[in-house]
């Protein structure tokens, strides 16, 4: 059993996380993240993980499109990093929290098998920092 100074990825990832298809258009990317409020969508290709999209990869496409009316865009298969960042639910957080840093991305997916389980990005490891710090803080209390 894990101490609450070594928590797992499982601890603080985002589980079940919502997820785009490759096939999809830029613009139904765009939308789906303003209206779910968040910063990045697992992209799948049927039933297998593809890529990554980032706020940051609809950016300049975004731009392009405002200016060009009734263009369709690249689909988001073509925009999403392919690059990934994949850790294990039970994977140290400080060990998967460092991988992010060194490789400077925003979110790893969590995959358990072949199974996507959760995302885990930057928001979810200060969230986890606070909640860690604030029972510390329980734990030292005289």
Do not use: N
């Not at 400077?104 to 885990?120: D, K, N, Q, Y």
């Amino acid at each position: 059993m894990r101490s609450m100074l070594t928590p797992t990825v499982r601890s603080v990832m985002t589980p079940a996380p919502e997820v785009i298809h490759a096939q999809a258009g830029s613009a139904t990317a765009h939308a789906r993240m303003q209206e779910l409020g968040i910063r990045h969508l697992p992209v799948m290709d049927r039933d297998r993980l593809v890529g990554v999209l980032s706020e940051r990869d609809l950016r300049g496409v975004r731009a392009f499109l405002d200016h060009a009316p009734g263009e369709l865009g690249p689909s988001v298969g073509e925009l999403c990093s392919r690059d990934l960042l994949i850790v294990g639910p039970d994977d140290p957080l400080d060990e998967a929290a460092t991988l992010m840093a060194d490789r400077r991305v925003g979110a790893a997916l969590v995959v358990e098998g072949t199974e996507l389980v959760g995302i885990m990005t930057c928001v979810d490891l200060c969230k986890g920092l606070s909640d860690l710090v604030a029972r510390l803080r329980v734990a030292s209390a005289p």
